[in-house]
């Protein structure tokens, strides 16, 4: 996981059986549903985030959860 506050981006890296996840195993969620897909989050200025945003990564052994991420409401 790697964060650019300025930038206003979360960006996730990781592997399934060796290799790296697809981009469209990944999956970010706020307020119960999903805004966006892909390893990189641009949330700057996206109406859809709530107060958190956390992570779905699908890959051959089944789903990881990343622990909710919170924001300020000046995100």
Known sequence: ??????AGVITL??????????EDRY???SNGRVIETGPRLAY?????LGNYVRAELTGNGGTTFTNPMGF???K
């Open 44 to 48: 700057k200025g996206m109406s859809e």
């Open 27 to 29: 999956r970010w969620i």
């Open 1 to 6: 996981v790697s964060h650019d506050g300025d």
């Open 72 to 74: 300020d409401s000046d």
């Open 13 to 22: 890296a990781a592997m399934s059986g060796g290799r790296p996840l697809p």
